[in-house]
């Protein structure tokens, strides 16, 4: 790391061995080098090769004069130092920019006055690694500061007397991330324990979630062994990738899955048992990320607003309004409108007998019209209470032949698996990640038996 030329190890930009590094840091040598121009010719010696008459073989000195450019004393401009910092707790900007060794009003006028900066004052956490550029008098020439949860930085740049603030992407790298956890309360109260990320702990869900209910199956000793892609900057975490391996213990079954994708094939690449059996369900269990369930599926309920036993014949999801709905399997869009009690309605034509229904919204997605063609997960409109709905709520209703069924009991069709000429492929490049699933596994066991 670069010093400021304050301290013991001054830094320039040009190289050690060159004459001008030892000029530039001794002056008086400048001088001496200056001095020089007094004299306008030096001696040089040579020798002279034998003249084809003489028989002598003894060379002889030759004296020539040789003229010397005039030298000028140099200017070598105002040089670049680069420091880095470590954001440290209770730091305000004033104080992060000295130990940069910025010394400048203006610069931090600038960031002050100017709304496109301010992310440098909501993001000063503790151990963010924070690099700066300066001239030799501490002017800023350039600010790099990482953005919370995004592989770019936050770029001050000096132009002039000006300066201009821009985003500019970060060069990643990625490393792979083995953890494990057990459950004593909930998901993600393992996975904060273990140091994982809540992004993958939702990916955890999505791909166990056709399998497991994680609102209801989840049991104290249950146990989870991940394997996940980090990306990192300069040693610091910016973002959690992809699960690649994972296991999950629940009540006693063990599920495994692994990512596998073709680069010869069409179809993106998803998530298999060790065998090559596909994860991926036709259908979501939930059109929510994670919400409590207010109502479930029954033959009779008190209605909430009727005052009268009636049979729900779907599920309730409460979630603040506004909240992403997504479309639980691929579909083309067959109602989008008003339609009495449920409110704004969305209902879904799958393929084969299947149709999904979607109430209470407070607004759809704009582009959607009947016959648009839609994708799982995608987002079709926002939770809301229009209709007969006593507060915020998503009212999902899942149909077979037009009749409804109980979504999170129903036997969901799933994905095809891989094909044989695949099947060679995704042993070969699984085989490593299973391997390290499965001895981070049994490390884990002996440490929690110890």
């Known amino acids: 790391m670069h010093q400021h030329p304050g301290s013991q190890h001054t830094s320039s930009l040009l190289p050690r061995h060159s004459p001008l590094y030892h000029l530039k840091k001794h002056p008086g040598a400048a001088a001496v080098f200056g001095a020089l121009a007094l004299f306008s010719m030096v001696a040089a010696f040579g020798l002279q090769p034998p003249s084809p008459s003489t028989t002598e073989l003894i060379p002889r000195p030759v004296v020539e004069d040789l003229a010397l450019a005039l030298a000028h004393p140099l200017d070598l401009g105002n040089q670049a130092y680069l420091r880095e910092e470590k954001v440290q707790k209770g730091d305000s900007l004033a104080n992060l920019l000295n130990r940069l060794g910025v010394n400048d009003a203006p610069a931090l006028d600038y960031i002050k006055q100017t709304p496109a900066a301010h ?20 002017e800023l020439l350039l600010l790099s500061f990482p953005l919370n ?17 821009r985003e500019a992407p970060l060069a990643l790298q990625s490393q792979l991330e083995m953890k494990s956890g057990e459950i004593r309360s909930s998901l993600y109260g393992a996975t904060d324990d273990a140091g994982i990320p809540d992004a993958v702990a939702n990916q955890l869900a999505e791909i166990f979630g056709a399998d497991i209910d994680f609102h209801r199956d989840l049991r104290k000793g249950d146990r989870f062994t991940l394997i996940y892609e980090m990306y990192r900057h300069q040693g610091q975490s910016i973002r959690s990738g992809r699960i690649l391996a994972a296991e999950l213990v629940n009540a006693g079954k063990v599920f495994r899955a692994v990512y596998f994708e073709d680069p010869k094939s069409s179809i993106k690449g998803s998530y298999y048992t060790p065998e090559g059996k596909s994860l991926r369900k036709a259908f979501l269990r939930s059109p929510l990320e994670f919400s409590r369930i207010t109502s479930g599926f029954t033959n009779a309920r008190l209605h909430p607003i009727l005052q009268q036993w009636r049979a729900h014949k779907g599920v309730d999801y409460g979630a603040p309004t506004g909240t992403k709905v997504r479309a639980t399997g691929d579909g083309t869009v067959e109602f989008i409108g008003r339609q009495g009690g449920y409110g704004n309605l969305i209902i879904l034509r799958h393929q084969g007998r299947y149709s999904t229904a979607y109430g209470h919204l407070s607004s759809f997605t704009p582009q959607l019209r009947k016959g648009s063609r839609v994708s799982q997960g995608e987002h079709i409109g926002n939770v809301g209470a229009t209709g007969w709905a006593t507060g915020p709520h998503l009212h999902y209703e899942f149909r077979i032949g037009g009749e409804q069924v109980n979504p999170l009991a129903v036997q969901l069709p799933g994905a095809p698996s891989l094909e044989t000429a695949q099947l060679l492929q995704f042993r070969q490049k699984t085989q490593d990640l299973l391997a390290q699933l499965e001895m981070l596994k049994q490390s884990d066991m002996v440490a929690f038996q110890e």
């Open 119 to 138: 992310p440098i004052f909501r993001q000063l956490a503790p151990g963010k690694l924070v690099t700066a550029s300066t001239s030799d008098s501490g």
């Open 149 to 165: 949860n995004r592989a770019e930085n936050l770029l001050i740049e000096r132009h002039g007397n000006t300066f201009r603030t």
